[in-house]
């Protein structure tokens, strides 16, 4: 900021000096000590006088620029307030409605995302309970089926013995078809 300060300070000074060397010039042998200290101070005050517009004009800029860095560092609520009634006012203007709209799209955009959030966090909810009342269908299966595997173990192994109680019973009755005499044999069967 002190460039453009610098570029407003020195053309006044230069103008400043170039009126007082025309002045010296114009007259200089006609000239008095009073005529020197009146350019001496025409001086100081052109210095003065360009160095105070410098600063005026500059001062507004330096506060834009300071509030656009804050501005660009993500610092939303960074605003202007120019006492000024000129361009540097209306500039400053804008530059709060852009960083109120900055602001307000920001508030939006976290407010949707908690908005989706939330929405995915539902949906993800629903998945779950889907999920786990699936795996207790699954659980549930898994017991009957075992149930019922364990059940036909147990009929087979039933099966199994009675077929081995079978064929000893058929066995004992061969076995008694031999012993019985012949005549007991018509009676038995």
Same mark, same amino acid.
């Given at each position: 900021?002190?460039k453009f300060a610098t570029k407003v300070i020195i053309p006044i000074i230069l103008v400043g000096v170039f009126a007082i060397v025309v002045f010296v010039a114009m007259g200089s042998q006609r000239l008095g000590i009073e005529f020197y200290i009146i350019?001496?101070?025409?001086?100081?005050?052109?210095?003065?006088?360009?160095?105070?517009?410098?600063?005026?004009?500059?001062?507004?800029?330096?506060?834009?620029?300071?509030?656009?860095?804050?501005?660009?560092?993500?610092?939303?609520?960074?605003?202007?307030?120019?006492?000024?009634?000129?361009?540097?006012? !209306?500039? &400053?203007?804008?530059?709060?409605?852009?960083? !109120?709209?900055?602001?307000?799209?920001?508030? #939006? #955009?976290?407010?949707? %995302?908690?908005?989706?959030?939330?929405?995915?966090?539902? $949906?993800? #909810?629903?998945?779950?309970?889907?999920?786990? &009342?699936? %795996? #207790?269908?699954?659980?549930?299966?898994?017991? %009957?089926?075992?149930?019922?595997?364990?059940?036909? $173990?147990?009929?087979?192994?039933?099966?199994?013995?009675?077929?081995? !109680?079978?064929?000893?019973?058929?066995?004992?009755?061969?076995?008694?078809?031999?012993?019985?005499?012949?005549?007991?044999?018509?009676?038995?069967?």
């Amino acid at each position: 900021m002190a460039k453009f300060a610098t570029k407003v300070i020195i053309p006044i000074i230069l103008v400043g000096v170039f009126a007082i060397v025309v002045f010296v010039a114009m007259g200089s042998q006609r000239l008095g000590i009073e005529f020197y200290i009146i350019i001496f101070f025409f001086a100081v005050y052109v210095f003065f006088f360009g160095l105070s517009v410098g600063k005026n004009l500059s001062s507004p800029m330096k506060k834009l620029l300071d509030r656009a860095v804050e501005l660009s560092k993500g610092n939303l609520s960074s605003r202007v307030y120019l006492e000024t009634k000129d361009e540097f006012s !209306e500039l &400053a203007n804008t530059f709060n409605k852009i960083a !109120e709209e900055l602001e307000a799209s920001q508030v #939006q #955009q976290a407010d949707a %995302e908690k908005s989706v959030g939330i929405k995915v966090k539902a $949906r993800t #909810q629903e998945l779950e309970e889907t999920i786990n &009342a699936l %795996e #207790q269908k699954v659980k549930n299966r898994t017991i %009957e089926l075992e149930r019922l595997v364990e059940e036909s $173990r147990r009929l087979q192994e039933s099966v199994k013995n009675k077929g081995v !109680e079978t064929e000893q019973f058929r066995q004992e009755l061969e076995s008694l078809k031999r012993r019985a005499p012949k005549s007991d044999k018509s009676k038995v069967i």
